[in-house]
């Protein structure tokens, strides 16, 4: 038992000399103090050329190249504002039209049907039957277009009259066709008009 405990001892002993030997050793010292001196030089190197800000000449070049892009910036600008107003411009021009010549689609029918029995009614014109439809415009849920069919009956010179006053008429009215129908007996023709208008629906109720 005792000689296989000192043969223990007499085995760490040199472990522990080696390593004391090794921090001793002057090239580990060497190798600690070229990489401090190493640290030290990037560090100082970082300071004085500062590559996150930019030199001073480069910070004076970079002021000159925005001075010279500034009257760029201010030419687009106005022209940006330029453009601004004439959208709103045609916006404002596209309310009104569509508020003065574009009748609900609701009221539209009675409307215009209305106003073309009472220009019939001034020039002799006898109203009959009448019918409408609306088709919905493709790419906006708003606006439709309302086909009306409308037949009078009446002299020939009458009907010049109605027509002319068809043209003179303040509503956005298109006359699409027209077909006449001589009687047997007199001046008297039939006349069957087909009309369109542009109607609005602000509820999307068109689709």
């Given amino acids: 038992m005792s000689k296989s405990f000192s043969f223990v001892r007499s085995g760490v ?3 522990r000399g080696l390593n004391l030997a090794s921090m001793k050793d002057p090239r580990v010292s060497v190798r600690a103090a070229l990489g401090a001196l190493l ?3 990037i560090v100082a190197a970082l300071i004085l050329f500062k590559p996150w800000g930019g030199s001073a000449d480069d910070l004076e070049r970079r002021i000159a190249v925005m001075q010279q892009q500034l009257p760029q910036q201010k030419a687009a600008l106005e022209r940006t504002r330029a453009l601004v107003k004439t959208v709103e411009k045609a916006r404002a021009e596209g309310d009104k039209f569509m508020a003065k010549y574009m009748l609900s689609g609701r009221t539209a029918f009675s409307s215009i049907l209305g106003e073309l029995d009472q220009a019939a009614a001034h020039v002799t014109l006898k109203p009959r039957e009448s019918q409408y439809a609306v088709e919905p415009i493709d790419g906006s849920d708003m606006l439709g277009m309302m086909t009306i069919s409308a037949s009078y009956e009446g002299e020939y010179t009458n009907l010049t009259k109605f ?9 956005f009215v298109i006359i699409d066709s027209l077909q006449a129908a001589p009687q047997p007996v007199g001046k ?3 006349v069957t008009f087909k009309l369109k208008t542009f109607v609005k629906d602000e509820t999307g109720g068109l689709q």
Avoid at 163 to 171: K, T
């Fill in 188 to 190: 008297v023709v039939n």
């Fill in 13 to 15: 002993a040199p472990l």
């Fill in 39 to 41: 640290l030290l030089n």
């Fill in 163 to 171: 027509i002319n006053a068809l043209d003179r008429s303040p509503r």
